[in-house]
């Protein structure tokens, strides 16, 4: 099977180049200095999860300045450039009942929190014509591999990623990773139980069919893990009044190795296991109101599971996708979402609100039980500065009240409500 991606990603690759249809990105370079950008993100981050039914509760403060660096590329046929990525946090208050992926421990004990920690690493680059190849440590947005960015710090991927864009309107990718850093992980490439990243090959490609229509395919086999494949489809279609409707297909089909990773999903022993999960959504915007209906479903003899096997803690691009993922086995979901952009009201441009409900039923658990559920309330209040010297900063409140019946509640989560409070800050270096 990795020989006919291979093949499929060389014939992709030479035709993207071959088929050149705009200008050259590395024509218009302007230089290794002329190019370069820099910047700092301060994050102050509060996650508190406090959890029912006699199970221990779990709560984060840390504070972090996350660093970004990244040349320009030389001139000539060929250009080439260095970046880096890093970061320096220290945690606030005693975390001595930490989780949440927020602050390393020692010996990934619980009472044991860091009091301060640094990672991050080094890239090379080239670039040719509009297609470049980076190696070194990189925050990664696919979706089959993507890092975690919704902790203090970012989930760090090391390896080779190429990115072309010979044809107009077309982005094609591919690469190999052997090293992965969750966010809360000092040493790089080993998770809580000594487990790292011996290989993940990535593929895929995105393509802009006009203004409306968008559609995506990426695949990645991680060895000895899993093999992973995602497709979507997206249309906007415009209405009177500045008015849209927004029509969305997303879906994953993955292979788990038997002796894969499921931390959370259930399934048979020692067998490879198969799961199918998609999700079709309907968005209906119109000034500062937005309404969203999504319905989800599993199927397969397991359910959807990532981040456990170094395949990315944030690779589920689904819409049912809040605390819970409303991932389990069999699993079929529904939600209703609603946001109000207070900047269109003319009342406080840069404050957003997101409310949603999402319930989930006939949920398969390995009591043996096949009608389980699982409801979510989740609420997001966000403002980001408009203007003047602290432009871009924002600050966001986040609260989940998830409840599950007990079968599915030893298999997922205990019922958890949940706040989080995470400040923002970023500075241009240059």
């Given amino acids: 099977m990795l020989n006919a991606q291979k093949l499929t990603l060389a014939v992709l690759i030479s035709a993207a180049i071959i088929s050149s249809a705009q200008a050259s990105e590395q024509s218009e370079a302007k230089g290794f200095v002329e190019d370069a950008n820099g910047s700092i993100l301060f994050r102050t981050g509060y996650i508190q999860r406090n959890k029912k039914n006699n199970v221990e509760d779990d709560s984060s403060f840390a504070q972090s300045a996350i660093v ?36 390393p421990r020692y010996n990934g004990v619980r009472e044991n929190p860091y009091d301060q920690w640094t990672r991050g690493g080094g890239s090379v680059k080239a670039r040719f014509s509009n297609t470049t190849v980076r190696y070194g440590t990189q925050v990664l947005d696919l979706p089959v591999l993507a890092s975690n960015t919704a ?35 000092i040493n790089t490439d080993a998770d809580a139980s000594g487990k790292g990243l011996d290989r993940a090959i990535v593929w895929g490609a995105k393509y802009k069919f006009d203004d409306q229509l968008n559609g995506s395919y990426y695949g990645v086999d991680v060895k000895d893990k899993l093999d992973r494949h995602y497709v979507n489809v997206n249309y906007k279609q415009p209405l009177a009044n500045d008015s849209s409707l927004t029509y969305d297909f997303s879906g994953y089909h993955t292979k788990f190795d038997k002796n894969a990773s499921l931390s959370y999903a259930t399934g048979p022993a020692g067998e490879d296991k198969t799961n199918n ?27 959807y599971n990532y981040g456990s096997n170094q395949d990315g803690g944030q690779s589920v691009y689904l819409p049912n996708s809040y605390l819970s993922d409303f991932i389990g086995n069999d699993e079929k979901s529904a939600q209703l979402q609603y946001s109000l952009d207070f900047g269109k009201l003319g009342v406080l441009p840069g404050l957003n609100w997101t409310t949603a409900y999402v319930y989930g039923w006939d949920i398969k658990t390995s009591n043996g039980s096949d009608d389980s559920n699982e409801s979510e309330f989740f609420n997001q209040v966000k403002y980001t500065v408009q203007s003047g010297f602290a432009k871009g900063s924002s600050l966001r409140l986040r609260n989940s009240i998830y409840r599950a019946d007990s079968a599915y509640n030893t298999d997922y989560m205990p019922d958890t409500n949940e706040w989080r409070i995470f400040l923002d800050i970023p500075v241009k270096l240059f």
Avoid at 74 to 103: E, H, L, P, R, Y
Wanted: aromatic share 12%; net charge negative.
């Fill in 277 to 303: 999960i998609w999700a079709v959504s309907g968005t209906y915007a119109t000034g500062p109101h937005s309404v969203m209906l999504a319905y989800q479903q599993n199927s397969g003899n397991i359910g």
């Fill in 68 to 103: 970004t660096l990244d040349s320009g590329f030389t001139k000539g046929i060929v250009g080439f450039g260095v970046g880096a990525v890093g970061d320096f946090s220290f945690k606030i208050g005693a975390n001595n009942n930490n989780g949440n992926q927020m602050i």
């Fill in 151 to 185: 902790r203090m710090v970012p989930e760090y991927f090391t390896g080779t990623l190429l990115t072309s864009h010979e044809i107009k309107d077309l982005e094609v990718v591919a690469g190999k990773f052997t090293k992965d850093q969750y966010s809360d992980q």
